[in-house]
């Protein structure tokens, strides 16, 4: 699946991480096609831990500028990360789930980026904003301002 800029949300940072998910899925559908099975189990382990991160670094954003949907926003990441890991326990069995995968993975991150992820790009501007006016001094050297282009 190839990235589309109707995928991006304007928050540079984000944008890049949502992009490097989609490779690692796109890298595990790659190997999926050729079989190597240990493989998969290792690009797997990458795609969780680095969809947790990402997680984990938009929750620290959405709580910095006091996003009031926050609570669903994480939790719905919470059962994503639970998804993922259910995933990788049945693949550990040896349940063939590879076929899935894919379809799945896409098209849930594609859903949630143009959804869930969109619906908090405008309370980040704004408090950007808000931030960078009562910062004027340090403007365009802020912690928010490194993420804007
Ligand atoms: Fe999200």
Redesign the pocket.
């Known amino acids: 699946m190839e990235w589309n800029d109707t995928f991006n949300i304007g928050i540079d940072v984000i944008d890049q991480q949502h992009r490097q998910i989609l490779d690692y899925i796109n890298i595990l559908e790659q190997i999926r096609v050729t079989g190597d099975k240990s493989k998969i189990k290792e690009v797997l382990d990458d795609l969780i831990d680095y969809t947790q991160s990402h ?1 984990t670094f ?1 929750e620290n954003l959405l709580e910095q500028v006091n996003y009031q949907f926050l609570p669903s ?1 994480r939790g ?2 919470e059962l994503f990360v639970k998804k993922l890991i259910g995933y990788r326990q049945k693949f550990d069995m040896g349940i063939s789930v590879e076929g899935d995968l894919h379809r799945l993975l896409s098209k849930w991150l594609i859903n ?1 980026i143009r959804h ?2 969109q619906d908090y790009v405008d309370a980040v501007r704004d408090n950007m904003l808000r931030y960078l006016r009562t910062q004027e001094e340090k403007k365009g050297k802020g912690w928010f301002a490194r993420f804007f282009s």
Do not use: P, Y
């Open positions: 997680f938009e926003h719905i990441h949630h869930d992820d």
